[in-house]
């Protein structure tokens, strides 16, 4: 599909299509709305057991506001975002190579660790080493494979023809199976001209590469870093326990399977969440007084005083289906989390008296204390957190998760669950869920 191009006014070259093209795009659309991409996840499931595990709990999305495909974080969940009409293209060989090389960007953290600068020869590094992992005949003529040159048959123009042929020879030259970082030093070395290259790659003949979608990488705070990372632990140790109990890991190699071994192994710090979420549920208080100098009206009006104070509710199941080895459990926990803290904390079973409440002091350590044994209610939990609405920022609620959905919180929720118990329920918008470990350490 040829185009003239224009500079919008960002000064970014931007494709003019003319009737021709859009009626043609028109039609690729048309056709695309049908096509489903379940029989090619069904055909992973059959062919790569790990691979398939793993995107079980990436939530996939079509959209037309991306070129190809790529994976990315939304609300601490995992999302793969797929073109139809760039997938449809594909042949089934490439459309697997396509997921493999998706969930690789996941397990080795490219779209949750800090963004590298500039992020085109971030993007090009991440792909050589994922593309280093995959069969060749499972990837496109114009995807990055270490050792193999461009295919540069659509470059007409002669200038940048020399320019493509130099990053062609650079990318030959290197070897299968280094480190993302590693390709990074070497593109480093002529930065300029590779971003100038990508810059101007609309227009006729395009870009002779063919990489997916890395928008939105890095774009997290440090607690949603770590609630994802937690979250991709759990899945990649799920993937590795199936595949090592049914003894079937497809073509994921020997020395791959021992990586993943090793990155599952250690336990999630759970408990350094729990800290971060009361660290980031604490608001500002300011008070004017005379013994502070206001820095704009010296000795006319009273200064600031500023201060922070902890907001967090956390609400401790004490139920009877909770046992007493868990309740000690829970309060080793808020014994490391009180070294750091000042909490309002209410046992609850189906129900929460407030003159139970005890107000944890920043410093205090506390035996553990049963003081309620019926059925859980969440729904009292929330009933609670509404009444006090105003009274915290946020809220824990330490439980074996049994009991039914409260719906939706209208404030900061956080759910720590004991070893091995899950939701009933799947987790509302900006609930975070994290599983303890009795062999974790802060």
């Known amino acids: 599909m040829s185009a003239a191009t224009i500079k919008d006014t960002t000064g970014t070259r931007v494709p003019v299509l003319d009737k021709k093209d859009l009626e043609k795009m028109e039609e690729l659309i048309k056709e695309s709305e049908s096509f489903d991409l379940s029989p090619h996840l069904v055909k992973l499931l059959l062919n790569e057991p790990f691979f398939s595990t793993l995107l079980r709990d990436v939530t996939k999305i079509k959209s037309y506001s991306i070129?190809?495909?790529?994976?990315?974080?939304?609300?601490?969940?995992?999302?793969?975002?797929?073109?139809?009409?760039?997938?449809?293209?594909?042949?089934?060989?490439?459309?697997?190579?396509?997921?493999?090389?998706?969930?690789?960007?996941?397990?080795?953290?490219?779209?949750?660790?800090?963004?590298?600068?500039?992020?085109?020869?971030?993007?090009?590094?991440?792909?050589?080493?994922?593309?280093?992992?995959?069969?060749?005949?499972?990837?496109?003529?114009?995807?990055?494979?270490?050792?193999?040159?461009?295919?540069?048959?659509?470059?007409?123009?002669p200038s940048q023809l020399e320019k493509w042929k130099k990053l062609s020879d650079i990318i030959e030259n290197m070897e299968k199976g280094w480190a993302s970082e590693r390709y990074m030093e070497i593109l480093r070395e002529n930065e300029d001209e590779i971003k100038e290259m990508f810059e101007n790659s609309s227009g006729e003949g395009g870009t002779p590469v063919d990489m997916d979608d890395h928008d939105g990488w890095g774009d997290m705070s440090d607690e949603e870093r770590q609630v994802a990372e937690g979250k991709l632990k759990q899945a990649l140790a799920k993937a590795v326990r199936k595949c090592d109990r049914d003894g079937n890991w497809g073509t994921v190699s020997s020395g791959m399977r021992s990586t993943l071994r090793e990155m599952t192994n250690d336990a999630i710090n759970w408990k350094r969440i729990i800290q971060n979420?009361?660290?980031?549920?604490?608001?500002?208080?300011?008070?004017?007084?005379?013994?502070?100098?206001?820095?704009?009206?010296?000795?006319?009006?009273?200064?600031?005083?500023?201060?922070?104070?902890?907001?967090?509710?956390?609400?401790?199941?004490?139920?009877?289906?909770?046992?007493?080895?868990?309740?000690?459990?829970?309060?080793?926990?808020?014994?490391?989390?009180?070294?750091?803290?000042?909490?309002?904390?209410?046992?609850?079973?189906?129900?929460?008296?407030?003159?139970?409440?005890?107000?944890?002091?920043?410093?205090?350590?506390?035996?553990?204390?049963?003081?309620?044994?019926?059925?859980?209610?969440?729904?009292?939990?929330?009933?609670?957190?509404?009444?006090?609405?105003?009274?915290?920022?946020?809220?824990?609620?330490?439980?074996?998760?049994?009991?039914?959905?409260?719906?939706?919180?209208?404030?900061?929720?956080?759910?720590?669950?004991?070893?091995?118990?899950?939701?009933?329920?799947s987790p509302h918008k900006g609930d975070i869920v994290v599983e303890m470990d009795r062999n974790a350490h802060v």
């Not at 495909?69 to 293209?89: E, H, K, Q």
């Not at 820095?295 to 909770?322: C, E, F, L, N």
């Not at 044994?373 to 074996?400: M, P, Q, W, Y």
Request: positive net charge; proline residues 6%; contains cysteine.
């Open 67 to 157: 070129s190809t495909a790529g994976v990315t974080v939304n609300d601490s969940n995992f999302v793969l975002y797929w073109n139809p009409i760039f997938v449809m293209s594909l042949s089934t060989e490439h459309i697997r190579g396509l997921l493999k090389h998706e969930c690789y960007h996941l397990i080795f953290k490219h779209c949750t660790g800090r963004k590298q600068d500039p992020h085109i020869l971030w993007n090009i590094a991440t792909d050589l080493a994922i593309n280093s992992l995959i069969c060749e005949s499972e990837l496109p003529s114009e995807g990055l494979v270490p050792g193999k040159p461009l295919t540069l048959d659509k470059i007409t123009d």
């Open 277 to 425: 979420f009361c660290g980031n549920s604490q608001r500002s208080s300011k008070i004017r007084t005379h013994r502070r100098v206001n820095r704009k009206y010296p000795y006319i009006h009273p200064g600031i005083k500023r201060g922070r104070s902890a907001t967090v509710a956390i609400y401790m199941d004490q139920s009877g289906s909770v046992s007493d080895s868990d309740i000690e459990l829970f309060f080793g926990c808020l014994n490391q989390l009180g070294k750091m803290t000042t909490f309002l904390l209410y046992p609850f079973d189906w129900e929460i008296d407030d003159e139970k409440m005890v107000k944890w002091k920043r410093g205090q350590k506390k035996p553990p204390v049963r003081t309620a044994c019926g059925g859980t209610s969440f729904d009292a939990v929330e009933d609670h957190v509404r009444k006090n609405i105003s009274s915290f920022d946020g809220h824990i609620i330490l439980t074996d998760g049994g009991a039914s959905d409260p719906g939706p919180s209208r404030q900061r929720r956080c759910w720590v669950l004991l070893p091995g118990c899950t939701l009933p329920f």
